[in-house]
């Protein structure tokens, strides 16, 4: 994918980055919101998934012209609805749709990564203390590869988003300039380098 909300992918690096400041967490996402980090990723979280819900999503930018997929399905182009049919708005519905589950997946893994930031800090801290640091590096490894896991399953969310989006591009002439999402985009999530332009 090539362009996600400035917000959310902001979010989505600093989540790993804040959790090595926070307090060491037990292993499931529900304690962590006891700490004070915990409450403010989650409602960072719950902000940004209520943005994806309600406000307009930016597809991307064409010579510095946005393009937007509105709540209720239109496509905003500068600002401006484009004239579509019923066919048209449920291809874009369902492009919004396949968007905001690929972007409140890369929240789930951005939560996902706080919490083994700070799992891990805490792991250090407690193996420091007890003098018992052989199994940390094993046992962080095996949650990493599990994060790893779950980041995968976004780039297999990627092939359904590229044929609507070829469709969208097919059937609304004025957002085949916007469709900038290709195969290599899915070969590059598969290798753990997406890039965002």
């Known amino acids: 994918m090539k362009k996600l909300d400035t917000c959310l992918f902001a979010l989505l690096l600093c989540l790993p ?8 967490s037990s292993s499931t996402a529900t304690e962590t919101a006891d700490t004070t980090l915990g409450k403010k990723v989650r409602e960072a979280t719950d902000e940004a998934r209520r ?78 203390f007890s003098g018992d640091t052989d199994k940390i590096e094993e046992r962080v490894n095996a949650e990493a590869k599990r994060l790893e896991e779950s980041a995968l399953k976004i780039c297999e969310q990627m092939p359904a988003m590229l044929a609507t989006q070829q469709q ?23 290798k753990g380098s997406v890039t965002l332009r």
């Open 17 to 24: 980055l804040a959790a090595c400041g926070g307090q060491p």
């Open 51 to 128: 943005k994806l819900a309600t406000e307009n999503i930016s597809v991307s930018r064409n010579n510095g012209v946005k393009a937007e997929i509105t709540p209720a399905g239109d496509l905003l182009i500068d600002g401006k609805a484009v004239a579509i049919d019923d066919a048209q708005r449920k291809l874009l519905l369902d492009y919004r749709t396949q968007i905001v589950k690929v972007a409140e997946a890369g929240i789930d893994v951005g939560v996902q990564g706080a919490n083994l930031g700070m799992r891990a800090a805490g792991e250090a801290i407690k193996g420091i």
């Open 168 to 190: 969208l591009a097919t059937a609304v002439p004025e957002f085949k300039p916007y469709a900038t999402m290709d195969q290599d985009d899915i070969e590059e999530c598969r």
